[in-house]
């Protein structure tokens, strides 16, 4: 389930950004509890997408500088 998938990438990369896309609203509360970076019904379109990477948690720019 995704949910659990949150908790294992976050082992990986404790400032990985999660955007959720699912069919219904029904695990949204759950996710963001678990502090992902959006959640996105379907349908989606492409500017739904440019939104939520415009207000990631987590800044890729950030990352980038980091990994050197």
Avoid: C
Wanted: charged share 35%.
């Amino acid at each position: 389930q995704g949910l659990e998938l949150v908790d294992a990438l976050r082992e990986i990369n404790a400032k990985i950004n999660i955007i959720f896309i699912s069919d219904s609203n029904l695990y949204m509360h759950e996710a963001f509890e678990k502090r992902i970076s959006g959640f996105l019904r379907r349908p989606i379109t492409g500017e739904d997408v440019r939104r939520e990477m415009q207000n990631l948690r987590f800044h890729i720019e950030e990352f980038r500088k980091s990994r050197g």
